[in-house]
């Protein structure tokens, strides 16, 4: 069987962590560079049911999309979850790699996951990051096209049931703002919190903005600069980019649900990578357990229960 160091060195070769935004630590968490690596599990977050989960199964490796630690600590003893969580991988065996930026960023990464599955053709990324070592476009996000223009209502169906058919299945919805009538084509896809992105998701003309944990007043001011825009040029005066509707519109996704997308393929492109590598084929398992901090709604029609989370 490959070592852990084998095995990392691939997944940082398919998931580079040059591509990690500055403020990002991806990488090795926890783990013996000299063990074994027989199965590797796949989850949107460490926490501490998945890590049981990860322990349960037989898990050497397990690989998730969100940081353990997303700021500096100072003691990883037994006052706190995260340094429990230390502690029961180690005593089990089972090494932490965390690929989050970076795959967000990669080829067959978190973004080109989401924006295969909404079947987006043509893509490019929607914050380019130039790499002369890599044979295809990376960078954060997608933008890309439909096939065919289909209305508002149909694409947010369409990616409610990607999210949670090819995701993790979710009880949370989508949230969408724009008329449903509406035909659309264009689309950017930036899977995790994306409102800091508006400037260049409206820079690139597209229709729909499909994202996580949209804020109220980052989306209004968009919106209604959006309606100004477009009142403008109909009017006769230039402003933006685009014609005289309201664009772009927005699909708000839970935000563990459209990022474990990823998983689809990683749970292929790894095994096979370290094969290539080792001449060893790992054992792969993808902890379904739904992660979304949320665990029931209230709505005008009731009250939904979601299960535990994990």
């Given at each position: 069987?490959?070592?852990?160091?084998?095995?990392?060195?691939?997944?940082?070769?398919?998931?580079?962590?040059?591509?990690a935004e500055q403020w990002d630590e991806p990488g090795l968490i926890v783990?013996?560079?000299?063990?074994?690596?027989?199965?590797?599990?796949?989850?949107?977050?460490?926490?501490?049911?998945?890590?049981?989960?990860?322990?349960?199964?037989?898990?050497?490796?397990?690989?998730?999309?969100?940081?353990?630690?997303?700021?500096?600590?100072?003691?990883?003893?037994?006052?706190?979850?995260?340094?429990?969580?230390?502690?029961?991988?180690?005593?089990?065996?089972?090494?932490?790699?965390?690929?989050?930026?970076?795959?967000?960023?990669?080829?067959?990464?978190?973004?080109?996951?989401?924006?295969?599955?909404?079947?987006?053709?043509?893509?490019?990324?929607?914050?380019?990051?130039?790499?002369?070592?890599?044979?295809?476009?990376?960078?954060?996000?997608?933008?890309?096209?439909?096939?065919?223009?289909?209305?508002?209502?149909?694409?947010?169906?369409?990616?409610?049931?990607?999210?949670?058919?090819?995701?993790?299945?979710?009880?949370?919805?989508?949230?969408?703002?724009?008329?449903?009538?509406?035909?659309?084509?264009?689309?950017?896809?930036?899977?995790?919190?994306?409102?800091?992105?508006?400037?260049?998701?409206?820079?690139?003309?597209?229709?729909?903005?499909?994202?996580?944990?949209?804020?109220?007043?980052?989306?209004?001011?968009?919106?209604?600069?959006?309606?100004?825009?477009?009142?403008?040029?109909?009017?006769?005066?230039?402003?933006?980019?685009?014609?005289?509707?309201?664009?772009?519109?927005?699909?708000?996704?839970?935000?563990?649900?459209?990022?474990?997308?990823?998983?689809?393929?990683?749970?292929?492109?790894?095994?096979?990578?370290?094969?290539?590598?080792?001449?060893?084929?790992?054992?792969?398992?993808?902890?379904?357990?739904?992660?979304?901090?949320?665990?029931?709604?209230?709505?005008?029609?009731?009250?939904?229960?979601?299960?535990?989370?994990?």
């Amino acid at each position: 069987m490959p070592n852990l160091k084998q095995v990392i060195d691939v997944l940082e070769t398919l998931y580079p962590l040059r591509y990690a935004e500055q403020w990002d630590e991806p990488g090795l968490i926890v783990g013996d560079l000299t063990r074994d690596i027989g199965v590797i599990a796949f989850a949107a977050d460490p926490t501490s049911a998945i890590v049981d989960e990860a322990i349960e199964a037989g898990a050497d490796l397990l690989v998730t999309h969100h940081p353990l630690f997303f700021r500096a600590v100072h003691e990883t003893g037994g006052l706190g979850f995260r340094g429990d969580i230390v502690r029961r991988l180690y005593q089990h065996g089972c090494a932490l790699w965390v690929g989050h930026t970076n795959a967000d960023a990669a080829w067959r990464g978190v973004g080109q996951a989401a924006a295969d599955a909404f079947g987006l053709t043509n893509q490019q990324p929607l914050v380019p990051i130039s790499d002369p070592q890599s044979d295809h476009p990376v960078g954060l996000g997608r933008v890309g096209r439909l096939a065919e223009p289909i209305t508002l209502n149909d694409f947010a169906r369409r990616v409610f049931d990607a999210v949670d058919g090819h995701g993790m299945a979710t009880a949370l919805g989508v949230q969408v703002c724009g008329d449903p009538d509406a035909m659309v084509q264009t689309v950017a896809v930036l899977p995790g919190s994306g409102d800091s992105l508006f400037d260049e998701v409206r820079a690139t003309g597209t229709d729909v903005y499909v994202t996580s944990d949209l804020r109220h007043h980052p989306v209004t001011d968009a919106i209604e600069q959006a309606r100004y825009e477009a009142r403008m040029r109909a009017a006769g005066i230039a402003l933006g980019k685009g014609d005289e509707r309201t664009r772009p519109y927005f699909i708000n996704t839970p935000h563990a649900a459209i990022e474990s997308m990823w998983f689809n393929y990683a749970v292929e492109d790894v095994p096979q990578a370290v094969e290539r590598a080792t001449g060893s084929r790992p054992r792969v398992t993808w902890l379904h357990r739904t992660t979304d901090p949320w665990t029931w709604t209230i709505t005008s029609s009731g009250t939904s229960h979601h299960g535990a989370r994990a």
